[in-house]
């Protein structure tokens, strides 16, 4: 049997053509009364919840392995599984999935442009229900290479090529919004929130590419650098992680612990307001 290829940026007439393919899994990260109510053919559900550990300071950090292992047992994963994530709200917890299946060290995914709304606005099929997908025995073990903890961070704040991508809201950034102990951004980061990339005129899609490429270039944020990613939790800059990676960012990586653990820490640095011009 031939191998599956999908493109990282998957259209949703792209996904309507192979829907019947058998080494496809599509994962539905939407709401849970929105997938009982309306999903993709074939999809299967899975919260969210189930990616992130909960536990603070860093709830957005990863379970053990043993809990992911149980997680992707049950969604069917084997390794010649293809991966097609959506969700309802512009990609956030679909990048989420595709940094964690990075981290599983499990490459063969794609995310739908725009997700159930890109789906539903061009009247593609929908059906109700729930689907209970074939299990396998799916074992978790992580590999670092897309995630960055706080005392790596630290480490390298004062290199010249290390970008902070904080994809919060500019209040959140600034400080006016409050969502931790200590209120502001890691230093020296930039703020370019994940909306932002977002084209609301055309069912959530992602932008323009290249127009989306020289925004985040004036600000830094480059092909070229060592970027790392984050937000409160790692949701939205699942994301901007899952951005980076369709851009050609090779060396992109995302903080899970994110302000809800910096900002909670009282021995991180932080800054707050504008940063300053160069």
């Not at 653990?261 to 800054?271: A, F, L």
Request: with cysteine; hydrophobic share 35%; proline share 8%.
């Amino acid at each position: 049997m031939s191998e599956l290829t999908l493109p990282l940026l998957l259209e949703p007439a792209e996904l309507a053509a192979n829907l019947d393919q058998a080494k496809l899994l599509i994962i539905d990260l939407c709401r849970p009364e929105q997938y009982a109510a309306a999903h993709i053919p074939g999809a299967v559900y899975l919260p969210y919840q189930q990616l992130m550990s909960g536990q603070m300071p860093g709830p957005g950090k990863l379970p053990p392995e043993a809990s992911l292992s149980q997680v992707f047992s049950a969604l069917g994963l084997t390794p010649d599984t293809h991966v097609v994530a959506y969700d309802d709200e512009g990609g956030g917890w679909a990048g989420r999935l595709i940094w964690t299946l990075d981290v599983l060290g499990h490459t063969r995914y794609s995310y739908l442009n725009g997700g159930l709304h890109a789906w539903a606005a061009e009247q593609r099929p929908l059906e109700e229900g729930v689907n209970v997908p074939t299990p396998s025995t799916y074992t978790a073990h992580y590999n670092p290479r897309p995630s960055m903890t706080k005392e790596e961070i630290l480490q390298r704040l004062e290199l010249p090529n290390f970008t902070i991508w904080d994809a919060r809201s500019p209040e959140e950034y600034l400080g006016i919004r409050h969502g931790a102990q200590k209120n502001g951004h890691i230093p020296g980061a930039v703020n370019y929130e994940w909306t932002r990339a977002l084209d609301r005129r055309n069912g959530l899609r992602i932008r323009n590419l290249e127009e989306v490429r020289q925004e985040l270039a004036a600000l830094g944020i480059s092909a070229d650098r060592h970027v790392v990613t984050h937000c409160q939790s790692h949701h939205r800059s699942g994301f901007t992680y899952l951005l980076g990676k369709i851009l050609g960012f090779d060396n992109i990586q995302a903080y899970p612990g994110s302000w809800s653990e910096w900002g909670n820490d009282p021995h991180t640095p932080v800054e707050t307001g504008a940063p300053h011009s160069s």
